[in-house]
């Protein structure tokens, strides 16, 4: 299958600071992007579509201030966690799918755990 | 309600056993299913993919949808201690993009 990297796999951050994960398609170009955050022993709750070129959709209930997503180009695409707290800890995971060849399957990157101190 | 149910377990079988895995859905529009697999702490990793009702095999995996019951399963045949892990169901329409996951069903294939 496709493959998707996301780095880094884990970050520890300082309350106030900025952390930035990337997701990147290595063999196929992602037309969109899905941001998810994980809590232990639960789904995956996703955060915000993220499509090429254009503005991110985020989900009821998340702060795009907060989450800063950026879809550069098609195979990239970063999640920016701004002023980090740390209830912002949590697992991160990108998925993405060409959707050009239309309702495709998600592929997901490694996840990254952040832990805000 | 949710729009899509997923026992969350924990399953614990013996090695060797046959496992079955459900889920069910209330909205008609979805067409595409899948079934991911997630070790702890890592990505989710696709394993079955199907479109609309029928079945497919992939090795020791099955996964079978029957969209009149709006139910759709997953079979490991021989399991084994390396299947421990969480199953997730997962699925979409064709008018939209985003996938709606089950809450994940967590196997303990015990030796």
């Known amino acids: 299958g496709a493959v998707v990297s996301q780095h880094p796999s884990w970050v520890i951050c300082k309350s106030g600071t900025s952390v930035k994960i990337e997701c990147r398609s290595l063999?196929?170009?992602?037309?969109?992007m899905f941001w998810y955050r994980q809590f232990p022993k639960q789904s995956l709750m996703l955060m915000a579509t993220s499509n090429e070129g254009s503005k991110a959709t985020y989900e009821q209930g998340v702060e795009k201030d907060k989450f800063l997503i950026n879809h550069a180009s098609l195979t990239l695409s970063t999640l920016t966690v701004t002023s980090a707290h740390p209830e912002d800890s949590s697992f991160y995971i990108c998925?993405?799918?060409?959707?050009?060849?239309?309702?495709?399957?998600?592929?997901f990157g490694q996840g990254t755990r952040l832990t805000v101190v | 309600q949710k729009e899509v149910e997923q026992d969350p377990g924990p399953l614990s079988v013996p090695e060797g056993a046959i496992v079955s895995l459900n889920c069910t859905y209330s909205?008609?529009?979805?067409?595409?299913f899948m079934w991911y697999r997630q070790y702890s702490r890592k990505g989710p990793e696709l394993l079955m993919y199907t479109y609309s009702s029928g079945n497919k095999e992939d090795g020791r995996f099955t996964a079978q949808v029957d969209k009149s019951s709006k139910y759709i399963s997953l079979f490991i045949r021989d399991s084994q201690p390396s299947d421990s892990a969480t199953y997730l169901c997962?699925?979409?329409?064709?008018?939209?993009?985003?996938?709606?996951f089950g809450t994940g069903t967590q196997l303990k294939v015990e030796l």
């Open positions: 997962a699925m979409t329409g064709g008018g939209g993009n985003k996938l709606t």
């Open positions: 063999d196929f170009q992602a037309t969109t």
């Open positions: 909205n008609s529009a979805f067409q595409y």
């Open positions: 998925s993405a799918r060409d959707l050009a060849l239309m309702n495709t399957e998600a592929f």
